[in-house]
């Protein structure tokens, strides 16, 4: 193994440090505004220490595979630096009896330090199926791939200002800076004008940035029922930066349902829920934060499905030490085993992570007698 950090190996966006991801802060169970933070991993940041240490690693996936295997395999621990090569990482995991696939990811940030993730599929595990890569040749106008990079650069300027608020009550997102914000009200004009076109690329592109951008966009048509099913085919993209947009849009949509459900807007739980199940770190987080939307009136059927699907992920994920990632997962296991957001509250607040999901399952072994 060579000693040079390659930034590119570990991070999905192209070409920079600092967008890695969304995933939500939730400051209290009781509230109906969900605030989001861009992820990011800021070069000055890591100044003094040009290869980030590692505050926790935290492992999904495992069934029947041991954790301490797979540790002694990825021979690294908290405290270390990341390693150099995730791919080269990701083959040994992947040679492991048992395991079919792993997947690898570092992210920002507990104080200066990076956070690891370390995703392993079993054989015979659940496995979240996609669609195959598309063909065509559709493509976007170039001022909406403009407008695009330029919300991208706006939200990496406001993120480091530490304005990352976001309104998600009309259906789609609209951030707290002024400037990112009028660049989003264009997807609005972009929307409304070229739906059948941003319909053909979701579908039709061979890529995978086409496709992100129209997943985006897609979102803020004014007839939210209408690009649903848009938003649901593009779950299932092969490419995990699609989904992610996908799945932000959607999260939107559902807020609103929440909000308005005057409005019959339905928006089905099925691939959030298979999601959970997933092998990519952002799939699983961002069905967490849009069932966590879709669970808020607890709804049987939704709760039932996860209990069928994907309880034993939601139950790991709860448990992971890095407790930002952890807290979502933690809320909707609570929910799931049928307890109230103020027990849940103060069984997290209290520290007794261990107590709370003892309880969810206890309550789901209960139902199945």
């Given at each position: 193994?060579?000693?040079?950090?390659?930034?590119?190996?570990?991070?999905?966006?192209?070409?920079?440090?600092?967008?890695?991801?969304?995933?939500p802060?939730?400051?209290?169970?009781?509230?109906?505004?969900?605030?989001?933070?861009?992820?990011?991993?800021?070069?000055?940041?890591?100044?003094?220490?040009?290869?980030?240490?590692?505050?926790?690693?935290?492992?999904y996936?495992?069934?029947?595979?041991?954790?301490?295997?797979?540790?002694?395999?990825?021979?690294?621990?908290?405290?270390?630096?990341?390693?150099?090569?995730?791919?080269?990482?990701?083959?040994?995991?992947?040679?492991?009896?048992?395991?079919?696939l792993?997947?690898?990811?570092?992210?920002?940030c507990?104080?200066?330090?990076?956070?690891?993730?370390?995703?392993?599929?079993?054989?015979?595990a659940?496995?979240?199926?996609?669609?195959?890569?598309?063909?065509?040749?559709?493509?976007?106008?170039?001022?909406?791939?403009?407008?695009?990079?330029?919300?991208?650069?706006?939200?990496?300027?406001?993120?480091?200002?530490?304005?990352?608020?976001?309104?998600?009550?009309?259906?789609?997102?609209?951030?707290?800076?002024?400037?990112?914000?009028?660049?989003?009200?264009?997807?609005?004009?972009?929307?409304?004008?070229?739906?059948?076109?941003?319909?053909?690329?979701?579908?039709?592109?061979?890529d995978?940035?086409?496709?992100?951008?129209?997943?985006?966009?897609?979102?803020?048509?004014?007839?939210?029922?209408?690009?649903?099913?848009?938003?649901?085919?593009?779950?299932?993209?092969?490419?995990?930066?699609?989904?992610?947009?996908?799945?932000?849009?959607?999260?939107?949509?559902?807020?609103?349902?929440?909000?308005?459900?005057?409005?019959?807007?339905?928006?089905?739980?099925?691939?959030?829920?298979?999601?959970?199940?997933?092998?990519?770190?952002?799939?699983r987080?961002?069905?967490?934060?849009?069932?966590l939307?879709?669970?808020?009136?607890?709804?049987?059927?939704?709760?039932?499905?996860?209990?069928?699907?994907?309880?034993?992920?939601?139950?790991?994920?709860?448990?992971?030490?890095?407790?930002?990632?952890?807290?979502?997962?933690?809320?909707?296991?609570?929910?799931?085993?049928?307890l109230?957001?103020?027990?849940?509250?103060?069984?997290?607040?209290?520290?007794?992570?261990?107590?709370?999901?003892?309880?969810?399952?206890?309550?789901?072994?209960?139902?199945?007698?």
């Open positions: 193994m060579g000693s040079s950090f390659c930034a590119d190996d570990w991070f999905l966006e192209k070409g920079s440090l600092i967008p890695v991801g969304w995933y802060i939730l400051n209290c169970l009781r509230q109906r505004t969900v605030k989001f933070i861009w992820l990011s991993l800021i070069p000055s940041v890591f100044a003094a220490e040009p290869v980030p240490r590692l505050s926790s690693i935290n492992f996936g495992l069934h029947r595979v041991s954790e301490s295997r797979i540790q002694k395999v990825l021979g690294v621990r908290e405290g270390d630096r990341i390693p150099p090569s995730k791919g080269e990482l990701e083959d040994r995991l992947e040679k492991i009896p048992g395991v079919v792993a997947r690898l990811q570092a992210v920002c507990e104080g200066r330090r990076g956070i690891l993730f370390v995703g392993i599929e079993e054989k015979g659940a496995h979240f199926a996609l669609h195959s890569t598309p063909l065509g040749d559709a493509k976007l106008p170039q001022p909406m791939l403009d407008a695009y990079d330029e919300l991208v650069r706006a939200i990496e300027i406001a993120a480091r200002r530490g304005s990352s608020g976001e309104d998600l009550t009309q259906g789609h997102s609209l951030m707290a800076d002024p400037d990112a914000r009028e660049i989003q009200e264009r997807f609005i004009g972009f929307a409304s004008d070229e739906l059948p076109l941003l319909r053909e690329v979701l579908r039709n592109s061979a995978e940035h086409q496709r992100e951008v129209a997943a985006t966009i897609i979102g803020y048509a004014p007839d939210k029922r209408g690009i649903i099913n848009d938003l649901e085919y593009s779950m299932q993209d092969v490419d995990e930066t699609v989904r992610s947009s996908a799945m932000r849009a959607l999260n939107a949509v559902a807020i609103l349902a929440v909000k308005q459900p005057n409005l019959g807007l339905h928006i089905s739980s099925t691939w959030f829920v298979e999601m959970l199940n997933s092998i990519v770190l952002s799939d987080t961002g069905a967490t934060m849009a069932l939307n879709l669970t808020d009136s607890r709804p049987h059927d939704i709760l039932d499905l996860i209990r069928g699907r994907a309880l034993p992920s939601l139950v790991e994920m709860a448990q992971w030490k890095s407790l930002s990632y952890a807290l979502p997962a933690f809320v909707l296991l609570g929910r799931v085993g049928g109230s957001d103020d027990v849940i509250h103060s069984q997290w607040t209290a520290g007794e992570r261990g107590a709370m999901i003892l309880k969810a399952i206890g309550a789901e072994k209960k139902k199945r007698r």
